[in-house]
């Protein structure tokens, strides 16, 4: 019952979305390669695999009406502007909706030695490389939801950096679903296409305005040239009563560098894809993940990390506190392909459950084609050490305190990878508040 209506609900946002359009260009060739891929593949249901934890669609059924379409909003906002104070000291671009804010992404004022097109001006400049980066992206075979989105996102973002590119600031995304009125429904869609030698931090922020609920379904794919270093943050500590599905994926060339994060305390359901395809030797790829999680949140991180050629590497990192009627769901997956000799993987889940009601599901997995590598995985679930605690308690430290002390401690093997001081500094302030509700 729940797939079918929100099967149907999608059909009719499909045929909203290509009723809507005024120009035809190839990208929207490829939207409707991927809505006739959706409707073969059709909805997660019980019995799929990779959502049985996690349900999704019923969520979906019950809260929202996905026949609706995304709504453009560019009005002058005080909440916006507050915002946009947590700047870090850097460029600002804003996506309403779904939708570039021109108000408040002052694209003119950035920095010279990077550009930030919708798909519409891309086409126009940069066509070879828009469709060349964005049709394999759509093309690859991913989660449903990747498919969903590429069929009904309205306006898609490529941000280009050129080669010898080392940017003086973060590019901070400011993504905000607007539900001060109405629930809001949006599909944002980020092409991000670097250049060779080049360096970058980029800040991914979600947010929700208004006591409504909304739902996002997100892609970003990121093209990562060679010998260039990204260290990416994702930021899902302000969304509200939110349900949100995140696709990142990542296309890594020679002696490339990826460093990515996700710091995720805040939201009704989130769903993140985390895939990183590692192209070519001598490429690094780092995982760091932190969720803190109370009441009845529900949070599941999904990532592959797929080696394809020699002399890679893979560190991934992820840690959870669970407390409340909350549920994790951790599954980690590194595969290493015939080609990828010398290959050094290795990954990393643990967990601290806070009360008997917490749900922690954890699948760490090696899919190994190769015979000279050094891969390992482990996964870990427990409550917080009472010698420990007594330790701290016999030193005249109250238990509340004692018990923060021990959770700040577990979740600062994380935080302190951190290579943005600023934003450590923040998330570290942050992480201390989201837990003083929690123990």
């Not at 898609?156 to 080392?166: A, E, F, K, Q, S």
Request: some cysteine; hydrophobic content about 35%; overall charge negative.
């Amino acid at each position: 019952m729940h797939t079918t209506t929100v099967f149907t609900q999608l059909q009719e946002a499909f045929s909203r979305h290509i009723s809507s359009l005024s120009t035809t260009h190839d990208w929207q060739k490829v939207q409707q390669e991927a809505y006739r891929t959706f409707q073969k593949l059709g909805l997660p249901h019980a019995k799929t695999e990779a959502y049985k934890n996690t349900p999704i669609t019923s969520v979906l059924s019950e809260k929202f009406n996905l026949s609706d379409v995304p709504i453009a909003l560019d009005e002058p906002s005080e909440e916006i502007e507050a915002l946009l104070q947590q700047s870090f000291d850097s460029y600002p671009i804003v996506l309403v909706n779904g939708m570039i804010s021109k108000r408040y992404t002052p694209i003119n004022l950035l920095h010279p030695s990077f550009q930030v097109y919708t798909f519409d001006e891309a086409y126009t400049q940069h066509p070879d490389l828009l469709m060349k980066h964005f049709d394999q992206c759509a093309s690859d075979k991913l989660d449903i939801f990747t498919f969903i989105n590429t069929a009904l996102f309205k306006t898609g973002i490529m941000i280009y950096i050129p080669d010898n590119v080392v940017l003086d600031k973060t590019l901070h995304i400011y993504n905000i679903t607007d539900a001060a009125t109405q629930k809001a429904i949006s599909y944002p869609r980020l092409l991000i296409v670097t250049g060779k030698n080049s360096q970058l931090s980029i800040i991914n922020s979600w947010h929700t305005l208004g006591e409504n609920e909304g739902f996002t379904n997100a892609v970003t794919d990121i093209i990562v040239g060679p010998y260039t270093q990204l260290d990416c943050y994702t930021l899902q500590t302000q969304l509200g009563n939110a349900c949100q599905i995140n696709n990142i994926h990542y296309y890594q060339a020679e002696h490339s560098v990826v460093n990515n994060y996700a710091f995720s305390w805040d939201g009704m359901l989130i769903r993140n894809n985390l895939h990183i395809v590692i192209q070519a030797s001598h490429a690094e790829a780092n995982m760091y993940g932190l969720y803190c999680l109370n009441n009845t949140q529900h949070i599941d991180n999904h990532t592959l990390v797929d080696h394809q050629q020699p002399h890679t590497a893979s560190n991934e990192l992820y840690k959870g506190i669970i407390g409340g009627n909350a549920t994790g769901v951790f599954n980690g997956r590194i595969y290493v392909q015939p080609e990828a000799q010398k290959t050094n993987a290795f990954q990393a889940n643990n967990n601290i459950l806070l009360s008997d009601q917490a749900t922690i599901h954890t699948k760490p997995q090696l899919e190994i084609w190769a015979d000279d590598v050094k891969c390992s995985h482990g996964a870990t679930i427990g409550q917080l050490d009472e010698s420990q605690l007594f330790y701290l308690q016999s030193r005249g430290i109250p238990e509340g305190l004692a018990k923060h002390m021990l959770l700040e401690s577990f979740a600062d093997e994380v935080i302190s990878k951190i290579n943005l001081l600023p934003l450590q500094k923040y998330l570290r302030k942050d992480f201390k508040d989201q837990i003083s509700r929690l123990a």
